[in-house]
């Protein structure tokens, strides 16, 4: 019986245990609450159960105490009031609520009682108005910012004031700074604690000379205070007056950021950062040199304490980037990622994984090409990183689902989030969820599933099928996910970390929109933001609600110390460090039934790791490459910078302990171990010096260097060899890397429209192009190989995407029907579409917006047939024009036979040859439609002797008109008209050797200056074969030319033996120059020319010169140096360097006053013979590239030089301050009007006895003074005419002169005879002798007015007279009435009438009665002038236009 009992009492108390069991193991619950509309905020006050919901429509806000399960509007805000809500950042107790009004609200209890406070001005247009102290003492220090306005005539004008408040609002705030754009505490972060004043401000405001209504940004400064701007001080950022442009000034981490605009000229947007960890020391963020910042094109991403994060544009596209990572000092940057996805508002694929130090996930674009080639769709994988960005892997997907090596997991970011919050991970430590897929990319949103990882990204798992949103509750013992794409009435919820999923209904059908939990993700309770389905809506409810889940109903126990596990936070599966130490947590077991009751955080970082590879990155200035071997190292970008005491013997062996290439991770605290950043030995040759000496290195290359050129903007420089391999240099010419050994490439090119772009042209139909200068290649293909015809492969027009490839066809073995065809693409070469076929050139018309920038013209052959190679005389060359219209499939012939033709930015010019007569004719045009034969003097026509356009930069044409030929050939300077069609004779007998180059250039940066050497004796030289050359100079665009005047002395103070009239100076010109880009100017450097000639009676021998220097353009010169030297301007003349021209040499010479004194600097000990000196074509470097080759051996040599550190104080350019660095000067053509072209100009130029570094200094614009009387120096010969020995213009004998021109144009009144003279198209001169007119006529057909029209004359006067007292009269009593003499009611206050700045009235009105009849004056001389333009007018359409060319061109000329 007591057994049976004892059984009884077992099942009974069985049963009821298992019964209490399942009560005990109950559903969660859950609260709905229902709003008209969706929250703009849902926010819980840091570790509390206190919510906001901000309604932005309805502009309401409600508050729930119990963690969202029951909501009341705000009691204390009006409805309809709440325009923002702001939380303190410092205080979880405190929150505003700004209004459209002056009145607004706070709270210090979390929402439980609103009370009001009231301030000057409305807020501020801008995100965040309020500023807060981050110290707790000093919570109710608050920085607001305000907009006040003004009425003024024509609306208002406002401004941004700061207010401030030390009691929290108690009291009306007190203004702080007038004129702002933001304002902030030094103060305003926990992770920034710098040993300053605790009242310390920051403000960005323009300075006080700043024009209320002139507030550029070159005005905007940083100013500080620490007494609320009873004083304030402007801060220099360690840059002195050039502190201005402050964009913005921000708290980032542990970092003060400053954001600058960089206003020198040149800067085409860039941006500066300035970086402080004190305040008190600022220093530039150092990028990679290839780095710019530009404006809108870079932002700083979520950083960590050590470093900074900024995400910059590289790519032609704003959605792509590269992500680069700071120094502890955030100074330092170096790239980190490539290729960083951005969406179009700015927002980075880049997210820390919470909790977890040095651990983030980010996304790339794979197509990176495509996307900057074409605009392609963006195919995007994941990457993840666990040492602090400084190295990137895939993420590893769920074991078992890929087949694949490029088979990964990616997963969606924020660019397209569907969720709040962080993206990725909770406060639940190393618990990481994502949408995405596994693949080669991720795949759309919809069509991804739910993946997980439990230990901080290194291992997942999918979890569910399809997008779900998804949150973090209770330290991770609750995760809650919900359908993210279809609407339902349900969610799910795991308790054992996503191995198993419940599901819970809610009862209504909804769509969700958000999931959140408490923010440190403690609690068991959650909020799901819904959009109610019309078939659950009830007519009482709206139509957004928030659910309450809570899951404390579950009836878990709390977790005991058996209930959690350690956890190490790893980067690998094989070590348990990261960022060299050992991340330790205490977290719930999966299987563990129970709740967290605390928060977990990391148990210890104490336990520190030995130094491995992984814990190292490349440092600033180096970068990681991958060699042919597939090895990867850091190698330098240039020279590195050593102190002062070390590479001081000068022995070549000599070596000091540089940088090793790497740095530790900032953050990393592994110790011991592997010692990569320790300092290593290096030879001083290859260090950047201290300052006042010279770099150099030299660089051997395998063959001769056939083509080198700069990638135009850019430090890149690209060499061919003539093996046909390619080399690039990423740091003018510091360090050389082969490009694609497996290729062999015939020529590369540089787009001059487009900065960045270039092309590198294989033997095959395959090139390689970069679209951001040299950083990324990228393989693709032509239609064809390039041709072997000799014409240009590539052509470029302004439109960068615009390109024409002319390549070879059918040009097998054989030759049978090998041609040359073009093709053109609008997008760069992703698709092509054919030309013509046959063709000798093709190019795009023009690049003027006038112009069809479709239109493409072709030489081609007439009958396409057979073999191009064959093809001769007979074969007709036809010039054809084509557009887009129709694909090009119909063509408009426009010569039936030409030789050549030449297009320019104003003309386009045909040489057509005329088969009847065996004849060329030259044809001009101006807008590629009509044509109009050009008209030569006698005996200088091109149908019988050849011809070469030399330049049309003056809006005329040079034309060389070779008038001797082999072997001694020289010829005649033309010059044309405006209109391009009548020339006349510049300058005779010009030399030309037989390879057609001409002794004729102008010079850069001043027009209308330019040299030329002429052959003297014409007689003997045409019978003996040697010519007698002088130099010729002209000051007015070739209107008259003279001989270059000698110095008194040469470069050793000896006096020239200057015995007859003709001695001058003579210089060497094109002829013989080894190479046309050595040029005597430089645009960089206006007015500094440099030549290698001689003084004498006529040019001498080469070897024999010596070489000369001109400041001025080349009306003074002086002997610099002894011997003939190649010679290369730097940094805008600051730094000029000459070479041994004629001899193997192992030094250069280098001046920095512009030749008063020269240093030598010796390269090397075996002499180099330097053919050629480069640097970059901007003018701005100091780093120069000599190019030659070791005599006697094979293959060529680079020798890079940087005068960078002779000195480092960067020039003044600021006219108001007293010893500048800049003078002002003009050209002078020997008048005391200093003018050239009719016109005074003032340039800067740096003063030759300073000196600093020009480089980007800000120069003021030159400065057109006025247009100066005409001279005879403005004028030249006239069509047919030519100068006699006087220098007078005369008739060509046997020439007859244009006939008269009695037409009248512009509205004069006079015609004039035609002179020997013309007027220089050039010339803006003004008045003074007009040789160019002759007898003056008046023009015919004036009307006489009759007296009809006097008597409406004298009725107009009447009106206008009327009119106008009429509007004096109403003004008068407008400004009377404004002063209150007939307001009603008004109440009259003193005024002090005699005050200049008192308002319009009586006397001011009757003050304006004189300039009210000088507009009477003004209204009369209108109507005259309009008058006799009306006669005019009427007696010009029966005038006819002499003028052939204007008549055919429909252009009237200018002159």
């Not at 859950?30 to 006050?45: C, E, K, M, Q, S």
Request: contains cysteine; hydrophobic residues 35%.
């Amino acid at each position: 019986m007591a057994a049976w009992h004892g059984t009884v009492a077992f099942v009974w108390s069985t049963l009821a245990f298992l019964y209490l069991g399942v009560v005990f193991a109950a559903d969660p619950e859950h609260a709905i609450t229902y709003f008209d509309n969706g929250p703009v905020r849902l926010f819980f006050f840091h570790d509390t159960p206190s919510a906001i919901y901000h309604d932005a429509i309805s502009r309401n806000i409600y508050i729930s105490q119990d963690e969202g399960k029951t909501w009341d509007r705000a009691d204390g805000i009006l409805p309809g009031d709440a325009a923002m809500f702001i939380e303190h950042p410092f205080n979880n107790r405190v929150a505003f609520v700004l209004t459209d009004t002056f009145t607004h609200y706070r709270t210090e209890d979390r929402g439980k009682k609103w009370v009001t406070f009231s301030v000057p001005d409305l807020v501020a247009h801008v995100s965040k108005p309020l500023s807060f102290h981050s110290d707790p003492r000093k919570w109710k220090y608050t920085l607001f910012q305000g907009t006040k306005c003004i009425q003024i005539p024509w609306g208002e004008r406002c401004q941004d004031v700061t207010y401030y408040t030390q009691d929290g609002f108690t009291t009306t705030p007190e203004v702080l700074q007038d004129d702002v754009s933001h304002c902030q505490f030094a103060h305003s972060s926990k992770d920034f604690q710098p040993d300053v004043h605790d009242d310390l401000i920051y403000c960005v405001a323009y300075d006080s000379s700043a024009i209320s209504d002139s507030r550029s940004i070159e005005r905007s400064r940083l100013y500080s205070s620490t007494d609320f701007f009873a004083t304030r001080k402007s801060e220099d950022l360690g840059i002195g007056n050039q502190a201005k442009g402050v964009v913005t000034f921000a708290i980032m981490s542990k970092f003060a950021v400053v954001k600058l605009k960089d206003l020198t000229p040149s800067s085409s947007g860039d941006m500066l950062l300035y970086v402080s960890v004190d305040v008190k020391e600022w220093v530039k963020a150092q990028f990679p040199s290839q780095v710019r910042l530009q404006e809108n094109t870079y932002s700083i991403v979520e950083s960590t304490v050590h470093t900074l994060a900024v995400h910059v544009v590289l790519h032609d596209t704003k959605a792509i980037g590269s992500l680069f990572v700071s120094d502890s000092n955030g100074t330092y940057f170096v790239e980190s990622l490539k290729d960083i996805n951005r969406n179009v508002v700015g927002y980075v694929n880049y997210e820390n994984i919470y909790g977890v130090e040095g651990v983030g996930i980010a996304n790339v674009v794979a197509n990176a090409q495509d996307v900057a080639k074409w605009m392609a769709a963006k195919q995007l994988w994941s990457v993840i990183t666990f040492d602090d960005g400084s190295s990137w892997a895939p993420l590893l997907a769920p074991s078992g689902t890929c087949s694949s090596q490029t088979c990964s997991l990616h997963l969606h970011s924020v660019s397209d989030t569907h969720s709040y919050g962080s993206v990725f991970s909770s406060p639940a430590p190393g618990f990481v969820m994502g949408v995405g897929s596994v693949g080669a990319m991720l795949a759309p949103y919809e069509e991804s599933n739910t993946y997980m990882s439990t230990d901080a990204g290194l291992t997942w798992k999918m979890v569910r099928e399809g997008p779900y949103k998804f949150e973090f509750g209770n330290s991770g013992s609750v995760i809650v996910i919900a359908d993210d794409q279809q609407p339902t009435d349900s969610i799910m919820y795991s308790t054992d970390m996503g191995h198993t999923w419940k599901t819970y209904n809610i009862g209504i059908q909804f769509r969700v929109k958000g999931l959140t939990a408490v923010s440190d993700s403690t609690s068991q309770k959650f909020l799901l933001l819904g959009q109610v389905m019309s078939q659950s809506q009830q007519p009482s409810n709206g139509r957004s609600a928030i659910i309450h889940l809570d899951f404390a109903t579950l009836g878990r126990l709390k977790c005991g110390p058996d209930d959690k596990e350690l956890w190490y936070a790893r980067a690998s599966l094989n070590s348990e460090c990261i960022m060299g130490a050992k991340q330790l947590y205490y977290r719930r077991k999966a299987n563990a039934d129970c709740y967290m009751g605390e928060k977990l955080g990391p148990e210890s970082h104490d336990d520190k790791c030995p130094c491995e590879d992984y814990d190292y990155e490349c440092d600033y200035n180096y970068v990681w490459y991958n060699d042919v071997s597939g090895d990867g190292k850091c190698i330098p970008l240039g020279p590195e910078r050593i102190p002062n005491t070390e590479c001081t013997i000068g022995s070549p062996n000599e070596r000091y302990m540089g940088l090793s290439g790497y740095r530790k991770i900032p953050g990393n605290k592994c110790e011991a171990g592997i010692r990569k950043d320790e300092p290593v030995s290096k030879y001083c040759y290859g260090a950047e010096p201290a300052e006042g000496e010279v770099v150099h290195l030299i660089h051997t290359f395998p063959s001769d260097i056939v083509q080198r050129e700069y990638v135009i903007g850019s430090k890149i420089i690209l060499v061919r060899l003539a093996d046909l391999s390619v080399w690039q240099s990423n740091n003018e010419g510091h360090t050389w890397v082969q490009k694609f050994p497996e290729e062999r490439f015939l020529a590369f090119y540089i787009n001059p429209y487009s900065p960045g772009r270039a092309y590198l042209i294989t033997d095959t139909n395959k090139f390689y192009y970069t679209p951001d200068l040299g950083r990324y290649w990228y393989a693709m293909n032509a239609p064809s190989p390039p041709n072997s015809f000799g014409a240009k492969v590539l052509h470029f027009q302004r439109r960068s995407e615009y390109i024409i490839w002319i390549g070879n066809v059918d040009c097998q073995p054989g030759y049978e029907n090998c041609h040359a065809q073009a093709q053109y693409s609008f997008n760069n070469g992703r698709t092509w579409q054919l030309v013509e076929n046959y063709v000798v050139d093709c190019d795009w018309a023009w690049d003027e917006p006038r112009i069809n920038s479709f239109k493409i013209l072709c030489k081609s052959y007439e009958n396409k047939q057979g073999s191009q190679v064959f093809f001769g005389k007979e074969n007709a060359l036809q010039l054809v024009s084509g557009t887009n219209a129709n694909g090009f499939a119909e063509k408009t012939k426009l010569f039936d036979n030409v030789a050549g033709f030449a297009m320019f930015s104003q003309f386009l010019i045909v040489a057509e040859y005329l088969q009847t007569t065996g004849t060329l004719d030259l044809k001009i045009s101006r807008d590629g439609q009509t044509f109009t034969s050009a008209s030569f003097p006698p005996g200088m026509h091109p149908d019988s002797h050849s011809y070469r356009i030399l330049d049309i930069s003056t809006n005329t044409i040079f034309i060389y008109m070779t008038m001797n030929e082999w072997p001694t050939p020289w010829g005649n300077i033309l010059k044309s008209d405006s209109n391009g069609t009548y020339f006349g004779v510049s300058i005779e007998n010009v030399n030309r050797n037989n390879g057609g180059s001409i002794d004729f250039e102008k010079f850069a940066g001043l027009n209308g200056i330019a040299m030329a050497n002429v052959v003297t004796n014409l007689a003997e030289a045409a019978f003996t074969g040697r010519k007698t050359l002088q130099t010729r100079i002209t000051h007015n665009d070739g209107g008259t030319w003279k001989a270059l005047r000698p110095p008194s002395v040469d470069s050793l103070g000896q006096k020239y033996p200057c015995l007859s009239l003709s001695c001058a100076l003579h210089v060497h010109g094109f002829t013989e120059r080894v190479d046309a880009r050595v040029t005597y100017s430089s645009p960089s450097v206006i007015g500094v020319v440099m030549a290698v000639g001689n003084v004498g009676d006529a040019l001498g021998p080469y070897i024999d010169s010596n070489t000369f220097l001109s400041r001025d353009g080349g009306f003074i010169w002086e002997e610099v140096r002894k011997g003939p030297h190649l010679w290369k301007f730097g940094d805008s003349g600051s730094v000029i360097v000459i070479v041994n021209d004629e001899e193997p040499t192992d030094h250069v010479l280098f001046t920095t006053d512009q030749g008063l004194s020269w240093l030598e600097f010796k390269f090397t000990f075996d002499k180099i013979r330097v053919k050629d000196i480069m640097t970059a074509p901007e003018g701005r470097s100091r780093k120069f590239i000599l190019l030659g080759q070791y005599p006697g051996t094979a293959g060529s040599v680079i020798v890079h030089l940087d005068f960078s550190s002779l000195t480092h104080r960067k020039c003044l350019m600021d006219v108001k301050i007293p010893g500048h660095d800049f003078e002002l000067w003009s050209p002078s053509e020997e008048r005391d009007e200093l003018c050239l072209l009719g016109q005074q100009t003032l340039y800067h130029r740096r003063k030759r006895d300073v000196n600093c570094v020009v480089g980007h200094t800000p120069k003021a614009p030159n400065n057109i003074v006025r247009n100066c009387r005409c001279r005879s120096e403005d004028f030249e010969c006239a069509f047919n005419h030519i100068r006699n020995r006087d220098g007078e213009c005369v008739l060509i004998p046997g020439a007859s002169p244009l006939a008269p021109d009695d037409s009248c144009r512009d509205g004069e009144d006079y015609w004039y005879e035609r002179t020997a003279y013309r007027k220089v198209v050039y010339s803006t001169c003004e008045g003074g002798d007009r040789i160019d007119q002759g007898t003056q006529h008046p023009c015919p057909d004036i009307e006489v007015p009759d007296h009809a029209t006097y008597g409406h004359r004298a009725m107009f006067w009447i009106m206008v007279i009327m009119i106008s007292f009429t509007i004096t009269a109403l003004v008068v009593a407008w400004c009377w009435y404004n002063k209150g003499k007939m307001a009603r009611g008004a109440i009259h206050l003193p005024e002090d009438d005699d005050s200049p700045q008192s308002g319009p009235g009586v006397l001011a009105t009757m003050a304006s009665v004189p300039w009210f009849l000088l507009g009477l004056l003004g209204v009369a001389f209108k109507y005259a002038r309009d008058v006799s333009q009306g006669y005019r007018a009427r007696r010009k359409r029966g005038a006819v236009s002499l003028n052939e060319d204007a008549q055919v061109l429909h252009i009237e000329d200018r002159e």
